[in-house]
């Protein structure tokens, strides 16, 4: 069993920054592909991208391509999302997700493990 736990969440404005965390508990984490969604009111979850177990590998949703960057740091047990240029459209609640495999996936219903989320909301 893995726990997940995001922070960094709040209000900022249009064309600000914001970094997320996601810290894991729990099971091995550094064999776990890890993923960020985000779910804005009455839009469903989606993928916003996600980092195989050695940060070899990392995809983004189009609409973050160069905006957003996703680490991690196998040895603090952490999964980062450095999101710059924020956009009024990028406000949701992001959520960190685990896969019990080191492959990152882009479907909600390939992941195993989820945190509670953290809101983010850019004004405009």
């Known amino acids: 069993q893995v726990q997940l736990a995001e922070s960094g969440g709040g209000l900022v404005q249009a064309g600000d920054s914001l970094r997320l965390s996601c810290a894991a508990s729990?099971?091995?984490?550094?064999?776990?592909?890890m993923a960020w969604f985000r779910q804005a009111p009455g839009k469903e979850r989606e993928f916003v991208g996600g980092?195989?177990?050695?940060?070899?590998?990392?995809y983004y949703q189009d609409s973050v391509k160069g905006r957003f960057t996703i680490s991690r740091d196998n040895a603090k047990n952490t999964v980062y999302l450095q999101m710059n240029s924020l956009k009024p459209e990028d406000t949701a609640v992001y959520y960190c997700?685990?896969?019990?495999?080191?492959?990152?996936?882009?479907?909600?219903?390939?992941?195993?493990?989820w945190g509670q989320g953290t809101q983010v909301t850019v004004s405009s």
């Open positions: 997700a685990a896969r019990k495999t080191s492959i990152v996936a882009r479907a909600r219903y390939d992941y195993d493990y």
């Open positions: 729990g099971r091995t984490f550094s064999r776990n592909a």
């Open positions: 980092i195989n177990w050695s940060g070899s590998s990392i």
